[in-house]
């Protein structure tokens, strides 16, 4: 069966989360990607380091699928390797500033001198105009400037996610532009610039706060794990851990209001709607939270799926690879890496197709792995790439 994007060559200059996952996820569909950093390795390779080279999970999860290749672009030598593998690609990957790619030689002026219909994937913090355009960032500072932060907080102040959710959305988002890109090339022949940003992208997540605030300037205040929109909608301890759980239109809560033995709440006019009953939160959370505390985990979880109410526990990092429902999915692939103890579980292409699948084919690559393999399909001899190296070029 022929991959998607075989055929397809990536070159990825992205740096931890935004670029590297969106190629990445071409990867997964059969492109060739060729991961470019430095020659001591970018820092996104040894953030959280789970084995004795140094690289972490994060690295192994957003690397699988692509080939090592060290360089120094800002050498004259560098930069005759980036013109000739540019030459050779169909999209270059890049979360990097403006300046910095022009100094790479992989801004798209320069890219297109090598490939005049290639697609450069940009992403950065703020986008490629504006007054924040230079200015750096990362998933943090999306998370704070597209109001999330504030509504996830309470009393105590803004609280943040530690998942990455704006730096994988962006992510998203560009791979989603890059696809398009390549679907516009090939109907026209010609290739241009995807842009993606961390701000805009949390901002796309968090916009019917934003409409709701424009239209009725409401001005919400933050209310912890409590939803603002729906009830009940929050975290609820039980007798022996913690469960998760969210009521949405009026069928549904008719059958939360008899499981908790309120049935005249049907008919109540300050739980009539959802809006109505996000308004009163408080108390049906309340109400929640004085039925789960009187059962266990397991019991509220199953009462609640036997009334169609959705329902889950909270897991810790450990429960989620133990849960039956991830492995009989088979929800992640469990890869080797050189220095690490145990086969890494990896998640497996996050969307499936039924005809034409993405999968995970190798794991992340060594720092370099595949620098002399690539430079000698480029035409570079042994004795070329060996001076290269003694330049310190790759």
């Not at 957003?62 to 050779?88: H, I, Q």
Request: aromatic content about 8%; proline content about 6%.
């Amino acid at each position: 069966m022929t991959a998607v994007l075989e055929g397809i060559r990536v070159l990825d200059f992205g740096r931890y989360i935004a670029g590297p996952f969106c190629a990445c996820l071409l990867g997964d569909m059969g492109a060739d990607v060729i991961r470019v950093e430095r020659l001591e390795g970018s820092e996104d390779r040894f953030i959280a380091s789970v084995c004795e080279s140094g690289e972490g999970g994060s690295f192994l999860q957003l690397n699988r699928n692509k080939r090592g290749f060290t360089l120094d672009p800002m050498k004259p030598a560098g930069r005759e390797v980036v013109a000739r593998l540019a030459a050779t690609a169909d999209v270059v990957v890049a979360n990097l500033p403006a300046a910095t790619l022009k100094q790479m030689g992989i801004d798209y002026e320069t890219l297109c001198r090598s490939r005049p219909d290639i697609i450069l994937t940009h992403c950065s913090a703020f986008g490629n105009d504006g007054p924040y355009a230079d200015r750096v960032g990362f998933d943090l500072l999306g998370q704070g400037m597209s109001g999330a932060s504030y509504l996830a907080g309470d009393e105590d102040g803004p609280a943040r996610s530690h998942i990455n959710y704006v730096d994988f959305s962006a992510a998203l988002f560009a791979a989603y532009g890059t696809l398009a890109a390549l679907m516009a090339r090939a109907k026209t022949g010609r290739g241009q610039i995807v842009e993606a940003s961390l701000f805009t992208s949390a901002l796309a997540l968090a916009n019917n706060f934003l409409v709701e605030q424009s239209v009725l300037e409401v001005n919400r205040k933050p209310h912890g794990n409590r939803g603002h929109h729906v009830a009940p909608n929050d975290i609820f301890q039980t007798k022996d851990g913690w469960i998760c759980s969210m009521v949405v239109g009026n069928p549904l809560f008719e059958r939360w209001a008899k499981l908790m033995g309120e049935p005249h709440w049907i008919s109540d006019p300050r739980y009539a709607t959802d809006s109505a009953r996000g308004n009163h939160s408080k108390d049906l959370s309340d109400r929640m939270a004085r039925w789960c505390a009187e059962r266990t985990t397991e019991q509220a979880i199953a009462e609640l799926d036997r009334a169609r109410v959705p329902a889950g526990p909270v897991y810790s990092p450990a429960d989620v690879l133990e849960d039956p429902h991830v492995q009989a999915r088979e929800l992640f692939r469990y890869v080797e890496y050189p220095g690490v103890t145990k086969p890494a579980p990896i998640i497996d292409t996050p969307v499936r197709l039924s005809d034409t699948p993405g999968s995970i084919r190798h794991r992340a690559p060594l720092l370099g792995e595949h620098t002399d393999e690539i430079l000698a399909s480029l035409g570079y001899s042994s004795d070329d790439i060996a001076r290269l190296r003694e330049q310190r070029v790759v």
